[in-house]
């Protein structure tokens, strides 16, 4: 029985990048050459890139990915390679993966369910293909069959399933594709990362291969393609129920190639081990979330305003994490390279000195913030080498408020002014952020995190400004037990003050002991609130039945904490369509442009939230 050496690619691609797009393609299947790799398969969407949204709309975008396809053929000299790409057929898009092999296009495949949950759009571009059917299309001069159709190299048939044409269940392609009784099936995805999402690909690949009497090899996108949702680069096969191929996930590198010489018999199984760990996960995909994004928005590095709590402190870790895992993996030179940054580390500790290039901090102060608050950043950002600066606001805010004090004829009290005295020193913080943004060419960074977004509890254009905002997308009862965890085992000691301090604003004078929790509710129960109205779509009414059996908190006052959220929420959704561009992180977000909309003016659940005071 003859082998076949079968591999899977995973690449970091970007919309409208047409020529770095095609070169790492060409440089994977070189690389694949080289390894002997006599099948080649690449993920979904690889020559566009998966997030090139209405692009995929247009006539000429599709036309100039074919053109990239003609060009692709030329370079699958003694080799099979899969490549994904959009094709317009009239009037229809169709989302597929072309075979090509030896110099010749063989026959495309065409997607049949498409993505449309959470961050899955793909109605709005592209038309599902239907089961069995095949047409000729036309490609160079010559006649190609497009559509359900199966392949064969040296003896072994293989097929394909596109990323959600594995996850409909008994409707999937696949069963038809074990009818046909093809050998190998692949899974070319663009698979958004999650935390949790590794596993759960793991056990749907290796059921695949027992129930479709199949090995089945499955790919995904790599890296922060276009913005908000990350892909992990996870390539796996699978056999006969057991896990025999999984890369190291979230690489910085470019592209990565992985594979094995696949035998029909005699195929000797050896399991691989897999480990699971979601705090290790935010951080991989964070840091190369930012790592991408600061080198695609040619960006020169990025400003954090420091204030020594959890929120911006688990920022300036990611970005020392990302320098860290960056330079582990490229070395220096090449991280520097590709990031744009002509500098020369002196040192023999050049994570430290590229922090220091590459993240400003600043302190700044207002008459309510504490010596703690101050200390912990200036530990922390000291700690990890970034630049730290720090002012005071006193006077930019006692200007401004003494300026309306006098237009209005009267003194501001924080009996009758309580939000706009807090919400002026929240603003009078952007500004001049800002100018350190724009003086550096560099990216503002954004605080908020998930819980703090569901409930508005920031000031719009004051803690809200930034261009991106990294952990929006999680909770923060998350990030305090991330911030500890990263202290103990990625030996960020600086952190130890970080973890000491209770979350506050600081906004108010000291005597109110201001802290997030008194102001809104235990971060733990927004997050328990959060999951059942937003991530499970529940009434205000089925939470509070659910969490009243779940949570063990005095009945008057879960309904109190349960209102609070669906007020907040709905007043806030304004906020929600305006923070900066997010990560997606987490099982759910709620950024309205990803994972879920709702409208920017409601009734506001009155109605329900009535119904529930009265139960
Ligand atoms: N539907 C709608 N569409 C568009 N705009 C709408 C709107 N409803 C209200 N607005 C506008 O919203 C404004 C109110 O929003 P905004 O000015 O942001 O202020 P607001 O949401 O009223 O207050 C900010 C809250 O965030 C807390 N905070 C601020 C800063 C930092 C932190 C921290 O944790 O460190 C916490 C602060 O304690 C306070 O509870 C109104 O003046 C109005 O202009
Ligand atoms: N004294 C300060 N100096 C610099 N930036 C500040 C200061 N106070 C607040 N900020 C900015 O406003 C953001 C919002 O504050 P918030 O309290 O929500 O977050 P945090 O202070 O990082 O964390 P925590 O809520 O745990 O205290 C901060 O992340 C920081 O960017
Ligand atoms: N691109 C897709 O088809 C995504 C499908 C699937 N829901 C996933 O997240 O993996």
Redesign the pocket.
Known sequence: MSKLKIACATVNQTPLDWTGNFNRIVDAIQEARELGVELLCFPELTLTGYGSEDLFLSHWYPQKALLQLEKLVAHCDQITVAVGLPIRIAETVYNCMAVIENGQLLGIVAKQFMAIDGVHYEFRWFTPWVAREIIPFEFSGGQIPLGDVIFEKKGVSYGFEICEDAWRGDARPGYRLQDRKVDVIFNPSASHFAMGKSEIRENLVKKSSTLLNATYFYTNLLGNESGRMIFDGEILAARAGELILKNELLSFLDYQVMGFEFEKENFEITPVPTLHDKNNEFVKATSLALFDYLRKSKSKGFVL???G?????SIAVLIAEMVRRGIEELGVSSFLKKIGLPFNPQTSDPKTEIVGELLTT?????EN?SYS?FQS?KTLSKSIGAKFYNWEISDEVKSYTEKIETALGRKLTWKDDDITLQNIQ?RS?SPIIWMLANINNALLIN?SNRS?GGVGYTTMDG?TSGSISPIAGVDKFFLMNWLKWAEENLGYHGLKSVNA?T????LRPNENHQT?ETDLMPYAVIVEIERLAIRDRKSPMDVYLILKENLGIEDGLLKTYIKKFFRLWSRNQWKRERLAPSFHLDEFNIDPKTWYRFPILSGGFEEELKELDNF
């Open positions: 305003s420091l204030s709590g959890a929120d911006s402190s600043a302190y700044q102060a207002s913030s608050t950043a929240a913080r605080t703090e803690d301090l979350p506050t604003a600081e997030d």
